[in-house]
Nanobody
């Protein structure tokens, strides 16, 4: 059983910063890519940032230059540093990880952490 648990969401004023954290626990052999997605009210879930096991990253155009994804492989954690936040960044943020267990690789999701940016 693999679990992803996010933390770090909250309420912040526009222009402020937040750091999200996600910890993967359970029967993990290794973790390939890790990512952050978000879903705003009435909208589809979208990819925010992704990082591979070799630390290659990619970002949604809307967050480039403001958000930074990083990971700690020893701790099975992924982080999202969010700076210069805007009201349109308001959403539930989900952590995702492609986890290799004994004989397969599966995509796991966290329960989400809410980020609210006030204007």
């Amino acid at each position: 059983q693999v679990q992803l648990v996010e933390s770090g969401g909250g309420l912040v004023q526009a222009g402020g910063s937040l750091r999200l954290s996600c910890a993967a626990t359970g029967s993990i052999s290794s973790i390939n890519a890790m990512a952050w997605y978000r879903q705003a009210p009435g909208k589809q879930r979208e990819l925010v940032a992704r990082i591979t096991s070799s630390d290659s990253t990619n970002y949604a155009d809307s967050v480039k230059g403001r958000f930074t994804i990083s990971r700690d492989n020893a701790k099975n954690r992924v982080y999202l540093q969010m700076n210069s936040l805007k009201p349109e960044d308001t959403a539930v943020y989900y952590c995702a990880a492609d986890v290799r267990v004994t004989y397969s690789t599966n995509r796991y999701w966290g329960q989400g952490t809410r980020v609210t940016v006030s204007s």
